[in-house]
Nanobody
């Protein structure tokens, strides 16, 4: 079992930045592909970014490419999402996830955090 706890969300003006953190306990994060997903009110959950288990290779949704950066610190069992140049359309509940594979297909046992709210004002 893996427990994931997100932090770092909040209210920010358009053009601002936030850094989300996802701290894991229970098992080493190095065993999992890690990722971030988001869900806005009335919309389906959407992929934001993933980072591979060993090589740390990132993948991004087109909507955040060039603005968001995902990284991992396996020693601290933590994954980060640096979000720059935020837009109002980035407003959503951001959730951290761990699995064997997360994108484009989620496979293997998968774990989700409760999420942290990001709100971007005009």
């Amino acid at each position: 079992q893996v427990q994931l706890v997100e932090s770092g969300g909040g209210l920010v003006q358009a053009g601002g930045s936030l850094r989300l953190s996802c701290a894991a306990s229970g098992r080493a994060l190095s065993s999992y592909t890690m990722g971030w997903f988001r869900q806005a009110p009335g919309k389906e959950r959407e992929f934001v970014a993933t980072i591979s288990r060993s090589a740390g290779i990132p993948s991004y949704a087109d909507s955040v490419k060039g603005r968001f950066t995902i990284s991992r610190d396996n020693a601290k069992n933590t994954v980060y999402l640096q979000m720059n140049s935020l837009k109002p359309e980035d407003t959503a509940l951001y959730s951290c996830a761990a699995a064997y594979s997360l994108w484009p297909v989620i496979s293997g046992p998968r774990y989700w955090g409760q999420g942290t709210q990001v709100t971007v004002s005009e």
